[in-house]
T-cell receptor, first 114, second 107 residues
């Protein structure tokens, strides 16, 4: 579906544990994004990547790191999860370029930190 | 910095009534604006973009640079329009979203 998959789709973890969310695309798009969705806040950008090993911070990057070792995979890591990181995480991809600034979203990963 | 404001958290209308979801933006460059929609238990999807100037599912949106607005309109709401709607602004290789407006259409 849309060439983008996220895993895991649901995860419950405890405060202080590391968590990694994976985004995989089959579209060969250059740009990949991680957003979090929270009631009353909408979607906020965490990190994004504009190529292999090229990443940049978004609006709410504290407590998160990312890695992109190949075009198709973009990993989001919470080094030490906190309850404030309980959220739904969305990955998105974009080809960019003239007339192509459209994001395609994954199905989301629901993370609960107890 | 770029900013998108959606003043209404919730908009509740009856079927057949007109709908207008408000969106205002702040951006120093030439804006590129979008509306995304998220139906219950589904992923976020593009509804329309201003450069296309098209009507999708009966919805339209006109960019008003003077008022820095990109309001979403539909003349006759349907129950299947019930969803969360996000206005978004493209800039600096990223998409900035508003906080969203939940549209509820009652029979």
């Amino acid at each position: 579906d849309a060439g983008i998959t996220q895993s895991p789709r649901h995860k419950v973890t405890e405060t202080g544990t590391p968590v990694t969310l994976r985004c995989h695309q089959t579209e060969n798009h250059r740009y990949m994004y991680w957003y979090r969705q929270d009631p009353g806040h909408g979607l906020r950008l965490i990190h994004y990547s504009y190529g292999v090993k090229d990443t940049d911070k978004g609006e709410v990057s504290d407590g998160y790191s990312v890695s992109r070792s190949k075009t198709e995979d973009f990993l989001l890591t919470l080094e030490s999860a906190t309850s404030s990181q309980t959220s739904v995480y969305f990955c998105a991809i974009s080809a960019q370029g003239a007339g192509a600034n459209v994001l395609t979203f994954g199905a989301g990963s629901r993370l609960t930190v107890l | 910095a770029q900013r998108v404001t959606q003043p209404e958290k919730l908009l509740s209308v009856f079927k057949g009534a007109p709908v207008e979801l408000k969106c205002n933006y702040s951006y120093s460059g030439s804006p590129e604006l979008f509306w995304y929609v998220q139906y219950s238990r589904q992923r976020l999807q593009l509804l329309l973009r201003h450069i296309s100037r098209e009507s999708i599912k009966g919805f339209t949106a006109d960019l008003n640079k003077g008022e820095t607005s990109f309001h979403l309109k539909k003349p006759f709401a349907q129950e299947e329009d019930s969803a969360m709607y996000y206005c978004a602004l493209w800039g600096y290789s990223t998409l900035t979203f508003g906080k969203g407006t939940m549209l509820l259409v009652s029979p």
